[in-house]
């Protein structure tokens, strides 16, 4: 194991944990992090879905444009943010702030470490991105988490 990836290891494993469980259809799924209200997982899964589409579009724009690749990191984290937007704006039900910040860094992670690993696996950037760039993209998607209490929505009901 490398110095310092001991925690991103950590939120890998719990965001593997939270797919898997999604997949499953469990209920444990549904609540998460200690003291959080329900993160609403419909939500998580849009939510992911939309940034990861538009991750691995940039990352295949950035493979063969050099003025793209060079956006990568700002692009990224841009998209990670649109993603916990979507999640706060998508979420219907309890509307605390934690659990928003927490669905919009779960949607943010997720989509930003897909994103990555494509790009990596097409050679263009370098296996430890997957850790910095991963942990960027949570704190900016639970910033998008937050944004998107204030703007609210219709939103979608918890699975």
Known sequence: MERGTGGVNAIILCLAQYLASYLEGSRAHRTHLTGLEMINSRAV???????TLLQVAMVVAGHSNASVAAMFAIG?????????LVYGYLTKGPRNLGGLIAGGAIAGGICAFIGILVSHLMGDVPASLLALGTVSSVVTGAIGGAIGKVLGGSGVRPA
Not at 45 to 51: D, K, M, R, Y
């Open 76 to 84: 990224g984290m841009t998209i990670s943010l649109i993603a916990g």
């Open 45 to 51: 899964f849009i939510a992911s879905i939309l940034g």
